[in-house]
């Protein structure tokens, strides 16, 4: 493909983190589109609700979700899964913008990542108080592609474990403007997001955002 279509004179990582092989932090690399970022999760919420969804044991998440691009990841009773549309609106998610497309392609390659091409982005949003308990990403067709994440707003401890639930996390605080990318070796490592604490940031007041964008299919 012609990344030239997806120029990004603004790309410019104040520094890259190596977690472990294959999870690298590009930190602050979404700082240069914070505003437009925001807005278009605005806009997309306006589409297409953030949700409180059920875990497939019944019980009700406490980060909210939407999504958008051609596939969504969903939760309920029924399990996991990516969908083309919304179970509320029962409408397509909204198509993804090209700000968020055009970011996440450059910071997988930065990554070392040359043909990453989402079709899929969840977008998560944290109360204070709100968590992601431990788990892998494993709902995608093939785990030779990586998920590129970034966070928005309040900041955050992400939790880094092993390939079992129970091995040992290493803890990483994330905070706004990150980019995590994550895949090879790493790819089916559990992880989860500590409860948020109480905070105001400038631009999202009491709210952490999570952007992750996956070839789901
Ligand atoms: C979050 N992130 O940061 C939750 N999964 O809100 C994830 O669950 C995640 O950041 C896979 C890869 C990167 C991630
Ligand atoms: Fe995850």
Redesign the pocket.
């Known amino acids: 493909m012609n990344l030239d279509l997806f120029a990004h004179p603004d790309f410019h990582p104040s520094w890259r983190e190596d977690i472990c092989p294959g999870a690298v932090v590009l930190r602050g690399a979404a700082l240069a589109d914070e505003r437009e970022l925001l807005k278009a999760i605005n806009r997309i919420a306006i589409k297409a609700p953030f949700q409180y969804r059920a875990t497939p044991g019944g019980y009700a998440m406490s980060?909210a979700m939407t999504n958008c691009g051609e596939l969504g990841w969903v939760t309920d009773r029924q399990g996991y899964r990516y969908q083309t549309t919304s179970p509320e609106t029962r409408k397509q998610w909204p198509p993804m913008p090209d700000i968020f497309r055009t970011l996440a392609i450059h910071a997988a390659k930065e990554a070392g990542f040359d043909n990453f091409l989402p079709d899929a982005c969840l977008i998560?949003r944290?109360q204070p108080g709100a968590k992601?308990s431990l788990?892998q990403?494993k709902d995608e067709d093939d785990f030779g592609q990586p998920?590129v994440?970034i966070?928005l707003g309040l900041p955050?401890v992400?939790q880094f474990g092993g390939l079992e639930r129970s091995d040992p996390t290493l803890r990483v605080n994330?905070t706004h403007g990150d980019i995590?990318v994550?895949g090879g070796p790493a790819r089916l490592r559990y992880?989860?997001?500590l409860p948020l604490k109480v905070g105001e940031h400038p631009l999202t007041g009491q709210y952490r955002f999570?952007l992750?964008f996956r070839k789901a299919h």
Do not use: E, P
Request: charge should be negative; aromatic fraction near 16%.
């Open positions: 980060v998560n944290y992601m788990h990403d998920i994440s966070s955050a992400f994330l995590v994550w992880h989860g997001i999570n992750t």
